[in-house]
Structure formats: C-alpha cells, structure tokens
C-alpha cells in the first residue's frame, strides 16, 4: 500500500512541478517579451531625441566644436565642417582626430588652449588663412566634471565675413566721400581768399576765379544730390512710379540733352531703339540713359560713336545696351566697375569731372526695376553697359 501511495504522492508532485514550471515559463517568456519591447521602445526613442538634436545642432548657423579631454574631435556640426571646408561639407570624419589635423588652424588650437588654462575665451577674433578673405568670431570655455577635473572643450565660432566687409565698404566709403568733398571745397576756399587778397581788383581776374569757384560748386552740388540719391534708392525709401514707357522716345530725349556735349567730342550719338516699351519710372531711367550716355561720352573716343540700342527677351524682358567705341575697361575692372566711386583711371577720371557714383546709382535703379545690369568690354574696342527690364506688354498680359 505504501510503495502505490508513495508513487502516487512522486508523481502529483512532479506534475505540480511541471505544470509551475511550465507557467513560470511562460510568464518568464512574456515578461522577456515585455523588456525587450521596452528595450526596443527605449532605443527608438533615444535614436529619435539623438536625431531630433543633431538635426538641431546642424541647424545652427553657428559652428559647434567639442573637443575631449585630449584635444581630439568629440562633435562637430555643419555648419563648422563648412567654415573648415571639411570634404562634403561633413564633420564625421573628423571624430577622434586631433584638432589641427581636423581644422589646420593654428590659431584655433591656441584658443582651444587657452580655454584650458583659462576657463573661457570670449569673442575672439581671427582670420583664416588662404582666399577669399574669410573672419571669424570664436568663443571658447572649458568643460568640467563632477570634481573639476578637465573632460574637453567646447569651441563657438561665429562668422563675421560679411560684417569686415561691410565695415571695410564704409570706410572707403566715408573716405572717399572726405575726399570727393574736400577737393571742390579747397578750390572754392583757395580763389576766394585770392580774391580777398586783391584779385577781385582785377576784373579779368576776379571773372575767371569766380568761374572756377562756381564750376566747383556745381560739383559739390551734383555730388549731394547723387549721396542722396544712393542712399534713398538702398534705403528702399524710393517710390517707383511704374507706367508703360516708350524707350525710343526716352533715349532720343536724353541723346538731345547731351548734344552739346557730344559735340564738344566729336562724338556721334545713335538712337538704336524699336519701339519698345518698358514697365518702369519714367524719371528714373531717364537718369539711368542720362549717366550711361554721359559716363559713355566722356570714356569713349574722341570722334567716336556712342550707340543705344534695345531688344526684347523671350522672357518678359527688354534688353538695352549702351556702347561706345574707347579704349575700354580691363577684365578686372567689370565686376567692381559699378561699386561706389569706383573709378578705373583715376587721373582721367577727375579730370573728366563726375562724382564716381553714376554707375552706382544706375544698378540700384535698375535693380529697384526687377532687372540686371553688367558690362562686357574689350579693351581698345570699347565698351557696353547692358540692363534689363520688365516689358510693359509682359507685365500688363500677366495681370490681366
């Protein structure tokens, strides 16, 4: 009796223990299940925040450097692999590289140093070698663990490119406009205290000094007006007044007001134009002909020809060009012939007269206009200023 209930008893529980095990299993099985859904659910979050935040980091405009605890690249975004030329714009090859084997600038391993020694370096400026010419604005502090114990550095540079050249732009241009103002001023003063000290006894005299004194005034007076004309027009303070503009009528008008002074040269002036119109300001591109037409005149030949001529575009746009036949511009001379008394021969051009800023004023209006303007020249086979703008017949079809 014993041995059967004894057997019995064995395999109750052994089939207890089974069926427990089984339902451990299982449960153990569905717990597995569960961590490693969280796992899971927990690196997909964390590669989504890690995305989120380098998407965020190579969104700034600033560049971002990390360097560790022994100088080498930890982190570096876009926008710093760009202010490098790191190749493809990418900073991922620079991770575990030494500093100066990522970026090869000395000096930005001196800054990375002194933020070591120093705790911060703040607003740091510096210019990286090599063309063009390129600034930049670095700001540096130290990292820090628990116990103050180093762990890297963080590196902030700012590019200041534009800036430099904005303020290089207002320094030629205050010392230019000194200079444009100073040269009239001191004739006017020189023949007047000559006259007061005796040669307005002289009529002959006193006649051909207050001439010249008035011819500088002249020049003072068209060099204001022309100041204040650029500064409207970059101000964006002008108020177009667009009409449909006959161009042909509107060069002839210009090319008869400068008669007298073609002929003074010898030089012949051609109207070229169709009857073209164009959307614009009357006013303005009178002043836009008037200075092409002028600067054209004085530069070009003596006996020479200065010819207008226009074409419409397939784009909605009249082309215009104003050339002569001088000696005309070098290569160098055609991008930087419409900046601010820019001036190619400066000896001939002071002694033709003008305030250096026609050409200027020109791209700014055509600008305002929605067009284009440039140069193309040979030199010793002239020159043409060509502009663009929108035809009337193109904008009116557009808004009907």
């Known amino acids: 009796m014993w041995p059967v209930l004894t057997v019995l008893a064995v395999a109750a529980a052994l089939g207890t223990h089974l069926a427990w095990r089984r339902r451990h299993e299982r449960e153990l099985g569905v717990a597995r299940a569960e961590l490693e859904r969280c796992r899971r659910a927990q690196e997909a979050a964390a590669a989504e925040a890690l995305a989120r ?11 971002v450097l990390v360097l560790d605890e022994t100088g080498r690249v930890q982190l570096a975004n876009r926008a710093c692999a760009q202010m490098f030329d790191a190749p493809d714009g990418s900073a991922a090859h620079w991770r ?18 002194r933020a070591v020694r120093e705790g911060r370096v703040a607003d740091e400026e510096l210019r990286l070698p090599g063309e063009p010419e390129r600034w930049l604005q670095v700001n540096a502090a130290a ?6 114990q180093p762990r890297g550095v963080i590196l902030v540079f700012h590019d200041l490119t534009r800036l430099k ?10 010392a230019n406009v000194s200079h444009e103002l100073r040269t009239p001023l001191s004739h006017i003063k020189g023949y007047i205290e000559t006259l007061l000290d005796g040669a307005k ?16 005034a002249e020049r003072l007076k068209l060099l204001i007006e022309d100041l204040l004309t650029i500064s409207e027009l970059e101000s964006g303070r002008v108020a177009l007044q667009f009409q449909s503009v006959p161009l042909r009528a509107l060069v002839q008008k210009v090319l008869e007001e400068f008669q007298a002074r073609a002929a003074g040269r010898r030089v012949t002036l051609l109207n070229a134009v169709p009857d073209l119109a164009a959307r614009g300001d009357a006013v303005r591109l009178e002043q836009v002909f008037s200075n092409l037409v ?10 020479g020809r200065v010819t207008v001529s226009a074409r419409a575009l397939d784009n909605g746009e009249v082309e215009v060009a104003v050339a002569d036949d001088g000696p005309g511009l070098p290569a160098d001379a055609l ?11 400066k000896a001939r051009s002071r002694e033709q007269g003008g305030t250096g800023l026609g050409l200027s004023i020109v791209k700014h209006i055509v600008q305002a206009h929605g067009g284009r303007v440039w140069a193309r020249s040979e030199p010793g086979r002239g020159a043409t200023f060509y502009f663009t703008l929108p035809a009337a017949d193109a904008i009116e079809g557009r808004s009907a």
């Open 53 to 63: 935040q380098e998407a965020l980091f190579d969104s700034m405009i600033e560049g």
């Open 96 to 113: 575990g590289r030494a500093l100066l084997e990522a970026v090869r600038v000395h000096e930005i391993a001196r800054v990375a140093e």
């Open 143 to 148: 990292l820090r663990g628990a116990e103050a």
């Open 165 to 174: 050249q904005l303020e290089r732009t207002r320094q030629e241009f205050v």
């Open 201 to 216: 006894d002289n009529p002959e005299v006193a006649t051909r000094f207050l001439q010249t004194i008035a011819r500088n």
């Open 294 to 303: 002028d600067n054209a005149i004085k530069y070009g030949r003596l006996e």
């Open 335 to 345: 991008e930087r012939v419409f900046e601010r008394f820019y001036r190619v021969d």
